[in-house]
């Protein structure tokens, strides 16, 4: 199993990413500054790559133009609502048929919007989570 993390330089991010790590997935992991993603990923032992995934034009780059798989089982977008809904495409090519996307950092008055840019990327949102204003999306690739 092979799992992609944005925002995995520190903080959730590269929380997530260690348990994927621990757990014995193959990551690769995404963040802005270039050393927290040294760190991280020397630290469990994958692969890293300095893209801000809420730069739409970086954003658009990945997976194909840095030489990522786009076949992964889970991407965990841990972004804002305005990235995931211009990045929803992107998101949905990088997964393998059947992967899974975790979205997270969604505005609970968004949701609609990126549920509908989701379901137009080809996703089919599964799940919904609630923390207060806060919401957690799981999609998964038709």
Do not use: Y
Not at 7 to 36: C, F, H, S, Y
Not at 58 to 85: C, H, R, S, T
């Amino acid at each position: 199993m092979i799992a992609f993390v944005t925002g995995a330089g520190r903080g959730i991010g590269a929380n997530i990413a260690r348990k994927l790590a621990e757990d014995g997935w193959e990551v690769v992991i995404a963040a802005r500054t270039p050393g927290q993603v040294e760190a991280v990923a020397e630290e469990i032992g994958c692969r890293g790559v300095a893209l801000d995934v809420s730069d739409r034009e970086a954003g658009e780059q990945w997976p194909d133009a840095l030489g990522l798989p786009a076949d992964f089982d889970v991407v965990v977008a841990n972004i804002i609502a305005g990235a995931i809904i211009d990045l929803a495409p992107h998101l949905a090519a990088a997964l393998a048929r059947g992967g899974r996307l975790i979205a997270s950092g969604i505005i609970a008055e968004r949701e609609a919007l990126v549920i509908k840019a989701l379901e137009a990327a080809g996703l089919h949102v599964e799940s919904s989570r609630a923390m207060g204003e806060w919401r957690c999306l799981v999609a998964v690739r038709t």
